[in-house]
């Protein structure tokens, strides 16, 4: 998975989503009001959403997870 950093301010966050969901082409359908991941409503798990689909998307290439360092690969479920 790729997800945000904790370090990341979510003024950074919200920069990098409107990228990824923007000309970065994610789909970032299910974290919009009223769809199935939009809920908690916040920077950081909508950016982890966006993120991680923005990664998977790309095949997991290498640089598809960084985001300008916002942005980390886990093993972990972050769900």
């Known amino acids: 998975w790729c997800i945000a950093q904790r370090r990341a301010s979510l003024a950074q966050l919200q920069v ?11 789909d970032c359908t299910n974290i919009m009001a009223g769809q199935p991941c939009f809920l908690p409503d916040n920077s950081r798990g909508h950016a982890s ?3 991680n689909n923005y990664y ?12 300008s ?4 690969v886990t ?5």
């Open 16 to 26: 990098a989503l409107d990228w990824v969901c923007g000309p970065g082409q994610a």
């Open 49 to 51: 959403y966006a993120f």
């Open 56 to 67: 998977l998307k790309n095949n997991k290439a290498y640089g598809s997870c960084n985001f």
């Open 69 to 72: 360092f916002l942005a980390t």
């Open 75 to 79: 093993t972990h479920d972050p769900s």
